[in-house]
């Protein structure tokens, strides 16, 4: 049973450009969180998502961050006009319809974004 | 807003000694997660704590919860190098599973 994956492991970009990291969250689950984690610290929420819904989002930024899971394919995590301050790991979890086992969520292997 | 704080940041420890990190947190919850990540990984789920007085153990890892302190306990015993990594505990105050807040993670290091 293949755990959540998220693509790319690694991305660089250049200040202004867009970076768009997806997420497939494991087989029969429904429910897909983004984090972010910034060097040296833990991890934020950003977002809650369910196919086709955004549950919760009050940890996204107002300007610049979007996500979406689709009814097919993976949970994308945008973010336009990148800044250096973007700069993080982005981690993704999945949970089943049902909140999972006791709520767990599972985490995928993170996207480290780097803005230059 | 939810504040889950965890002391200490940094632990470096020999090994076969035992040590605790504390979790505090600043609202009612009833679920509580530690987290493992080893440096550049992501987070691998060691322990989901439901309820008062919940206890669990895997090998060396012992996790408590006591709803009414606000407060979960990681409790190490005769640690080995193989335990190095950084320890996120995690609160759910959503009810719905549906939000994670996470303390600012603890730092343990075993010497040899």
């Known amino acids: 049973n293949a755990g959540v994956m998220q693509n790319p492991r690694h991305l660089v970009r250049r200040r202004g450009q867009e970076a768009r990291l997806r997420c497939s969250p494991m087989k029969g689950h429904s429910h897909v969180y983004w984090y972010r984690q910034l060097p040296e610290e833990g991890l934020k929420f950003m977002v809650y998502l369910q196919k086709e819904n955004i549950i919760d989002e009050s940890g996204m930024p107002k300007e610049r961050f979007s996500a979406e899971f689709p009814k097919e394919g993976p949970s994308i995590l945008r973010i336009q006009q990148v800044v250096r301050g973007d700069s993080a790991a982005y981690f993704c979890?999945?949970?089943?319809?049902?909140?999972?086992?006791?709520?767990?969520?599972?985490f995928g292997p993170g996207t480290r974004l780097l803005v230059l | 807003e939810l504040k889950v704080e965890q002391n200490p940041l940094f632990l470096s420890m020999q090994e076969g000694k035992n040590y605790t990190i504390y979790c505090n947190y600043s609202t009612t919850s009833d679920r509580l997660y530690w987290y493992r990540q080893d440096p550049g990984k992501s987070l691998e789920s060691l322990f989901v704590l439901l309820s008062n007085g919940a206890v669990k153990q895997e090998g060396r890892l012992m996790a408590s919860l006591d709803t009414k302190a606000r407060l979960s306990t990681l409790h190490i015993t005769a640690a080995v190098h193989d335990l190095s990594a950084t320890y996120f505990c995690?609160?759910?105050?959503?009810?719905?599973?549906?939000?994670?807040?996470f303390g600012e993670g603890t730092q343990l290091t075993v010497n040899p």
């Open positions: 979890a999945s949970s089943p319809p049902s909140g999972g086992p006791k709520g767990t969520q599972y």
């Open positions: 995690a609160v759910d105050w959503s009810y719905s599973g549906s939000r994670l807040t």
